[in-house]
């Protein structure tokens, strides 16, 4: 049951989960199998009156047209990808920086650790003061260290999780079409963080980064489409056109990148 686990009722707040049943097909005869999903309404303490079965073929659907919302042509997917190359060169230009300021920082600081030493060992200070300062000094060192491993996986971290975004927009429906039970399970709850149901109706609150997608991509997905279909041949009012979309879709995406936790072809 590739959506159990994760979608909840609207009313009582319980998990739903799902059932296999075996129906005779008057019609052919045959003996078929029918798989619902319904609440589990085990919150005692609270009426719960959504006990309407959802068969999974109803609820696989609601789910693939949420995930047509955010699916992106092959040349949208083309320019975003161009984008990011292009900002990570920024991005890897810019952790340089910091990383020197961190390591000058560090290494400060380790300087500093051995002033205290020198002087202890020299009775200029005494045992308490000496422990106060070496601890306030090794608390500091320790939190650059962090710093500076959190900014040496900076650039790659945000290489990797801006492009997982925008595959998942690019790959993802068709994936849950044909997958099996637990790449469609990976894919439903990649997209959003909290998914309910009321009255058969699946509602699923998208990740923040899936936003800018759902936002501005219709009208620049329309307005690309109309120049693509223009039976003129390329000229400067058109080329004009083209990345003027190519530029607003950059831009869209720009200040919000988003991981996701699906895993692409």
């Known amino acids: 049951f590739p959506l159990t686990g994760f979608i909840v009722c609207e009313v009582c707040g319980c998990l739903y989960t799902a059932e296999t049943k075996t129906k005779l097909v008057k019609e052919t005869g045959k003996i078929e199998d029918y798989t619902y999903y319904h609440c589990t309404r085990k919150k ?17 659907l609601q789910v693939e047209k949420e995930l047509e919302k955010y699916e992106i042509l092959p040349e949208f997917l083309e320019w975003a990808l161009e984008g990011i190359n292009a900002k990570n060169d920024k991005e890897i230009e810019d952790r340089s920086k910091i990383y020197e300021m961190q390591h000058k920082s560090l290494v400060e600081a380790q300087s500093q650790l051995e002033q205290p030493t020198k002087m202890r060992y020299r009775k200029l200070i005494t045992d308490e003061t000496f422990i106060k300062e070496r601890d306030e000094l090794e608390v500091k060192i320790n939190q650059l260290k ?33 997958g099996n039970i637990e ?51 390329m000229n400067t009012s058109k080329n004009r056109a083209l990345r003027s979309v190519r530029a607003r879709w950059l831009g869209s995406w720009d200040s919000n990148p988003g991981p996701t936790g699906y895993t692409y072809p």
């Open 183 to 233: 790449k469609k399970k990976e894919i439903a709850i990649s997209l959003g963080q909290k998914a309910s149901t009321k009255n058969g109706q699946l509602h699923i609150e998208p990740n923040e980064w899936f936003q800018p997608i759902k936002k501005d991509y219709p009208a620049l997905k329309k307005e690309y489409t109309r120049l693509e279909l223009n039976k003129q041949p």
């Open 146 to 178: 962090g710093k500076l491993r959190e900014t040496e996986a900076r650039a790659e971290r945000w290489l990797e999780l801006t492009e997982k975004t925008f595959k998942f927009a690019s790959y993802a429906r068709k994936d849950f079409l044909v």
């Open 44 to 60: 005692k303490d609270i009426d719960c009156n959504q006990r309407k079965m959802i068969t999974s073929e109803d609820l696989e």
